[in-house]
């Protein structure tokens, strides 16, 4: 009987270990599925930024990656696929930048900062902008995904909360618009700053803050405008 008991104990013992060994060979190819997705993302992006959307090819990133074409369609269906993978990953990025902005500030202020983060971010990341620049102009169905709507939710928020607050005239509906605005003004300047000559830039540069505040403060004015 007792010997039966360790006979038992045994098999147990010899389950878990087995369930072990499981767990670590899945863990492994978990990690080795996300660095190889990672690895033929490295390769889409340098692509992408060469060859822009439209002559992006999986044909193309798989040499890079050092893969067969084949083995692309394990981790993604389409070229939009890749796209989208490397835009979430920016955008993720651009969130964090965001996530810096102290959320307690008043609403003028806050738009402020998050126009001036994401300028800061654009002339440190000018790969992830493009990414992103290229996701929005391709036409995609794809749902939208969690950082994507983190990040409208982060500036249509600001200008939602300030028309709530009663800093900005307008309806609940205008805060889309304004947002819309204010993202065009800050992409703007961020391309400003890449393209121009470095003395011009400078200038504009060191009056940034004036201009996202002057456009901040038209927001609290009769808008929309009237003739």
Known sequence: MHHHHDHHELRAEHREQHAERREQRHARRVRRHSETREEILEAAREVLLERGAADLSLREIARRAEFSPGALYKYFDNKDDVIKALADSAMAALVDAFAAVPADLAPDRRAVELGLAYIAFAGENAED????????????????????????????????????????????????????????????????ERQQRPALAGKVRARQRELLTIFVNGLKTDWPAEG
């Open 129 to 192: 902008v493009a990414v992103i620049e290229m996701h929005e102009s391709t036409a995609h169905p794809h749902p939208l995904t969690t950082d994507h709507l983190a990040l409208e939710g982060t500036v249509v928020g600001v200008f939602r909360a300030g028309i709530d607050a009663g800093v900005f005239t307008g309806a609940a509906e205008d805060a889309e618009i304004m947002a819309y605005g204010a993202w065009a003004l800050v992409q703007g300047l961020a391309h400003f």
